[in-house]
């Protein structure tokens, strides 16, 4: 088979891997646009096939876990006013959802999303094996590295979203 050059930069596709219920999922709205549809007509295929999708392969979110996906997600703004809660699919389902689409589109974008969630385990695999080296190193040495390793954990911590301030803050005059 011929290398052909990416419809999707991978890029992309893993910036809507979300974290949810402590599962990695893209939603509804991302997968359409990917695969080239529209989100009614993805969910109109999940709906025909229910027994293709099983609750380990997706999941509607709650009210809640929508407000909260708008408000940290500036690429998911336009969901802000759909009433209908948006589905999350697993990295099986979104695998299943090219099945159900059988397009061509679909079947190299299935590919890329593939690439994309193999991709995203390794990082977290890589950065749980470095973990676990750091442990016994630490371990091995005694208290005089303790600052070093200390200085090293804090770098492999994820850094912690910003939250902007909302109102004014008059300044004091003396």
Do not use: W
């Not at 389902?93 to 890329?112: H, R």
């Amino acid at each position: 088979m011929t290398d052909k050059k990416s419809i999707i930069p991978v890029e992309r596709i893993e910036n809507s891997i979300l974290l949810i219920r402590g599962h990695k999922v893209m939603l509804d709205a991302d997968l359409a646009v990917l695969y080239g549809v529209t989100t009614k007509r993805l969910n109109e295929q999940v709906k025909r096939n229910p027994d293709r999708f099983p609750h380990d392969f997706m999941f509607q979110l709650t009210a809640n876990e929508k407000i909260e996906v708008v408000a940290n997600c500036d690429h998911l703004k336009r969901l802000k006013f759909s009433p209908n809660l948006p589905y999350a699919f697993t990295e099986r389902g979104a695998i299943m959802l090219a099945t159900v689409l059988n397009s061509p589109v679909a079947v190299q974008t299935s590919i890329q999303i593939v690439k994309a969630f193999v991709r995203l385990r390794r990082m977290l695999a890589s950065n749980a094996e470095l973990m676990k080296k750091m442990t016994e190193l630490e371990k091995k040495y005694d208290e005089q590295f303790k600052a070093v390793f200390q200085a090293i954990y804090e770098l492999m911590k994820p850094p912690e979203p910003r939250k902007r301030q909302i109102g004014f803050k008059a300044e004091d005059k003396e």
